[in-house]
């Protein structure tokens, strides 16, 4: 059994050519440390490089899988931040309803994955700015209503963590508490986007093997960002990843449309 799946594996990634990798890899680290820093950036970042070699489908499913490596060693290197109770509150309100995104995900033609993506991703920043600039404040009930409507969102695109970081900070979390507490609830619904992909069968060996290859790089990412997250200016690579996440989105919604 063992055997037969390091094969497929092996025949996922030989499918790959050796420069695509290199991209995808680098991205991943980049993405990874910039989400450590952030908060956000793997979900918005990768896409950019995955839709055009593998296409918009397998997009979601291998970021799912993916974000349970990239937020494990997150919520690893700042563990102590993490605040179980509003972690536990995210879950509990949000995991329905994203089985139910992710399963209206895998009913997608490859044009309307690409819309979907294209337009989450263009629609994040200013979501996120206007967020922050009403300076909205959620007690625990505000938090779950808000994260059971969020729970779609996240089980059919991607970027939507954006709003989550928005969410938390708006029930009061403040800096790494932000970037630990994402990091344990996306692991949760990671766990129930993998499961729904995989019963719909949009789990293969291709989309592993590039999660595989995206968690692994991310990794040690993640404890870079906690070396630089007292050093960098949250706000210039936060205008920056902006520019990128808004440019990327328009171009797979034009593609989308040329197809």
Request: glycine share 12%.
């Amino acid at each position: 059994m063992t055997e037969r799946m390091l094969e497929s594996l092996s025949l996922a990634f030989a499918e790959i050519s050796l420069p695509q990798l290199a991209v995808i890899a680098g991205m991943a680290l980049v993405a990874s440390v910039v989400g450590g820093v952030a908060g956000y950036g793997t979900g918005a970042l990768m896409p950019l490089v995955l839709v055009p070699m593998v296409g918009a489908e397998p997009v979601v499913p291998i970021l799912s899988i993916s974000a349970l490596l990239t937020n494990a060693s997150r919520a690893a290197a700042f563990r102590s931040f993490v605040d179980g109770r509003r972690a536990l509150i995210v879950l509990v309100a949000a995991v329905p309803t994203c089985v139910l995104g992710a399963w209206g995900y895998t009913l997608l033609t490859g044009k309307g994955a690409a819309l979907v993506i294209g337009a989450m991703l263009v629609a994040s920043v200013p979501l996120r700015r206007l967020m922050r600039r009403r300076g909205l404040a959620l007690s625990s009930r505000g938090l779950a209503v808000a994260c059971f409507g969020w729970g779609p969102l996240a089980g059919g695109t991607v970027g939507a963590g954006i709003i989550l970081l928005s969410l938390l900070m708006a029930a009061g979390l403040e800096g790494a508490a932000v970037i630990a507490t994402d990091a344990v609830i996306s692991i949760g619904i990671g766990l129930a986007k993998l499961a729904t992909f995989g019963l719909a069968g949009a789990v293969n060996a291709q989309v592993i093997a590039i999660a595989l290859l995206i968690g692994a790089v991310a990794f040690p990412g993640a404890f870079l960002a906690k070396v630089l997250i007292g050093r960098l200016s949250v706000h210039v690579h936060a205008a920056i990843l902006d520019a990128v996440v808004i440019g990327g989105g328009a171009v797979m919604i034009a593609n989308a449309f040329v197809r």
